[in-house]
């Protein structure tokens, strides 16, 4: 399950989280490009676009497998992970930092795709 961060407290995707992005989408702005020439610039755009949600998905995909790696060194979940932290069951550590530091990157990535998408 992916976890996403909101208000400094980590929920679950497909929660009222995700849910007030895409919300939040509907209503952005509308941006409208023009050409000095008679060059379309659409196409462009629209290429860059897409060669960004192809980068965001890679850094989705390598988040994730170092999410699962801490989850295998530590035989516990994200989730589980995260709950026992915020409780303070957990001493500091360099991993659960780095733990923490990729759940809130997997945040970003998934925030980003949302804006870009």
């Not at 659409?42 to 960004?52: P, S, T």
Request: net charge positive.
């Amino acid at each position: 399950m992916t976890m996403l961060q909101k208000n400094g407290n980590f929920q679950a995707a497909g929660t009222s989280g995700l849910l007030g992005l895409t919300a939040r989408r509907k209503n952005m702005p509308k941006l409208k490009l023009i050409s000095p020439g008679k060059r379309e610039i659409r196409a462009i755009v629209e290429a860059a676009l897409q060669n960004e949600l192809c980068l965001l998905e890679a850094g989705i995909r390598r988040t994730e497998h170092k999410l699962r790696t801490f989850e295998k060194k530590y035989t516990m979940s994200t989730e589980k992970f995260i709950a026992a932290y915020e409780n303070e069951r957990l001493e500091e550590t360099l991993d659960f930092a780095e733990w923490i530091g990729e759940l809130r990157m997997l945040n970003r990535l998934h925030e980003k795709t949302e804006i870009a998408s």
